[in-house]
């Protein structure tokens, strides 16, 4: 029977450079190595976020070895979703630069609540004119979803749905989250969309610890094939062709 250590791949990683994180780069890797993982990703909260990293970070993270002793490490963002436009904080030259980008809604990033369905609208709109690869934590209770619509958009844009373990940890501004994400699951399963489970770790003792997240999706019954981090291989191939 898999488990959550079956994950070799963590996509939701903070560095000190996202302004409230605690762990450089260089410990990030020994942390990710210590559990066993394959793949990383670094991904930052974008420069809209109150101490998120300066554009620069991204155009230069390049000066970041991708393979640390065996360990690939994907250079990411945390974009925020700044406007009803679904504009994101990352511009279209620096996206085209990374390995990966996380899209999401966070408070005080310039894009307020209008309720589920203005939401909706406004991620589709995000999703339809960036190079998103992953949406992060949908299911904030903050900014909610029509997650129906949701599973069925990601789907055919093949764009992943995350479950983030962070959501479920105590004292997150995401709690009570638990319930809508597994709507998000459900919906998932329905029209057979890829997730992925992340960490979303601030410090590298987090890293890799995706237990809650693992547990939620395994009850909404989504089937190993469309947890993408349970194959590192498969996942690195969906990367690279998006
Ligand atoms: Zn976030
Ligand atoms: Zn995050």
């Not at 959550?4 to 996202?18: G, N, R, W």
């Not at 005080?108 to 190079?131: F, P, S, W």
């Not at 479950?163 to 989250?177: A, V």
Request: charged residues 25%; aromatic residues 6%.
């Amino acid at each position: 029977m898999r488990t959550y250590k079956d994950l070799k791949t963590d996509l939701h990683i903070h560095s000190i450079s996202s302004g409230h994180a605690y762990s450089s780069i260089a410990e990030i890797v020994d942390g990710a190595k210590s559990k066993g993982l394959k793949t990383i990703a670094i991904t930052d909260h974008g420069p809209a976020m109150p101490g998120g990293a300066h554009l620069y970070h991204f155009n230069n993270l390049r000066v970041v070895d991708s393979n640390q002793d065996g360990l690939r490490v994907l250079k990411g963002v945390e974009a925020n979703i700044i406007d009803a436009e679904g504009t994101l904080d990352i511009p279209d030259y620096t996206q085209e630069k990374l390995d990966l980008v996380l899209a999401a809604f966070h408070v005080r990033c310039g894009y307020e609540d209008y309720g589920a369905h203005v939401n909706t609208q406004t991620l589709i709109k995000a999703l339809q004119n960036n190079r998103v690869h992953v949406i992060a934590h949908p299911g904030n209770p903050l900014f909610k979803l029509n997650y129906e619509k949701i599973a069925k958009v990601a789907k055919e844009m093949n764009i992943l749905i995350e479950f983030n373990n962070g959501s479920y940890l105590k004292g997150t501004s995401r709690s009570g989250g638990e319930e809508l994400d597994l709507e998000m699951a459900l919906a998932c399963r329905k029209y057979g969309t890829n997730v992925v489970i992340t960490s979303d770790s601030h410090i590298a003792s987090d890293i890799g610890n995706f237990e809650k997240a693992w547990d939620l999706v395994n009850k909404a019954g989504l089937s190993g094939e469309q947890i993408l981090n349970l194959d590192n291989d498969r996942l690195l191939e969906f990367l690279k062709n998006r």
